[in-house]
């Protein structure tokens, strides 16, 4: 089975600094989607950014950028300029490629705050 | 394009009743999933709709039930309710055979089973 893992319960940033939040999976497949989920206090879970494992560049979204290794199934989000906005808990997730729609498989999270 | 909606957005059971959570997909999506977030967790995965016929089951009892509509939304339903089932549910439409990404989720309901 598939696992995710995110090791850092807690982080902090100052406005306008750059973060980095660690991911690491467990997995036999060699096809698969990775993803970043933003979950703000609205519990709406938010798509940041996703990578196709075929693809060796590393997903670029505006100010959200990751890198993917995937020799050592690690999966990290940069956040740059971080903004008040962008606290929230931030989920990595995992999806095993498939014809029809596999279920996501998510770590446990990591709670983002941003300091003024 | 409207997006996910789910109801209640709270509720409060009592261990043992059965409850029923309502969640209405994305216009033009026909896939529905339903994730249970325990308190400090990520959402894990309980089952999928298509067709309206279960389409994939995570590790949970079969006292969580579902049913998907022929308008796309779907309801779950869990019986004997325990108090670990206190959790957020959430549900995510799509479409099928959609590839990457492609969920949409609502923004929950908040089970507190007493």
């Known amino acids: 089975a598939q696992t995710v893992t995110q090791s850092q319960p807690e982080m902090s940033v100052q406005e306008a600094e750059t973060v980095t939040l660690s991911c690491t999976y467990d997995t036999s497949e060699s096809d698969y989607y990775l993803f970043w989920y933003k979950q703000p206090p609205s519990r709406q879970m938010i798509l940041v950014i996703r990578q196709e494992a075929y693809k060796q560049q590393n997903a670029t979204e505006n100010r959200f950028s990751v890198n993917f290794q995937k020799a050592a199934k690690s999966f990290s989000l940069k956040i740059s300029d971080s903004q008040l906005g962008d606290a929230a808990m931030y989920f990595c997730a995992y999806r095993r490629y498939n014809s029809g729609n596999t279920p996501l498989v998510f770590g446990k999270g990591t709670r983002l705050s941003v300091i003024a | 394009e409207t997006g996910v909606t789910q109801s209640p957005t709270h509720l409060i059971k009592t261990r043992g009743q059965q409850v029923t959570l309502r969640c209405s997909s994305q216009s033009g999506h026909n896939t529905v999933s339903w994730y249970q977030q325990a308190l400090g967790q990520g959402p894990q995965f309980i089952f999928q709709?298509?067709?309206?016929?279960?389409?994939g089951r995570g590790n949970f009892p079969p006292r969580f039930s579902g049913l998907q509509f022929p308008n796309y939304s779907s309801e779950l339903n869990v019986n004997a309710l325990e108090l670990d089932d206190s959790a957020l549910y959430l549900c995510?439409?799509?479409?099928?055979?959609?590839?990457?990404?492609?969920?949409?989720f609502g923004s929950g309901t908040r089970l507190t089973v007493v």
């Open positions: 995510a439409s799509s479409e099928m055979n959609r590839g990457l990404g492609g969920y949409t």
């Open positions: 709709y298509y067709r309206e016929e279960e389409n």
